[in-house]
């Protein structure tokens, strides 16, 4: 959802992404995922962001609670 809000403008679409360095932790009932995102329009523009989700247990099942993703230059 952030990277595809990244390309809003309709001018472009997201043709691939790649998901890495993902750390998990887990507290209990709670879980803090950390990672990041390279992403790359159908014009060929990359998008590349450091991302941190919370998630929580909840019926047996982990839910996202909270997710927030900035943009990085590299």
């Known amino acids: 959802q952030v990277v595809a809000e ?3 403008t309709g001018q472009t679409g997201v043709a ?3 998901v890495y360095d993902v750390h998990v932790r887990v507290f209990g ?3 803090v995922v950390t990672g ?3 992403a790359s329009g159908t014009d060929g523009a990359p998008v590349r962001l450091r991302f941190t989700d919370v998630l929580a247990r909840r019926d047996g099942r982990w839910q996202f609670v909270a997710s927030q993703g900035t943009q990085i230059t590299e």
Do not use: G, W
């Open 36 to 38: 990041r995102t390279v």
């Open 16 to 18: 691939s992404m790649t």
């Open 6 to 8: 990244m390309f809003a």
């Open 29 to 31: 009932e709670l879980a």
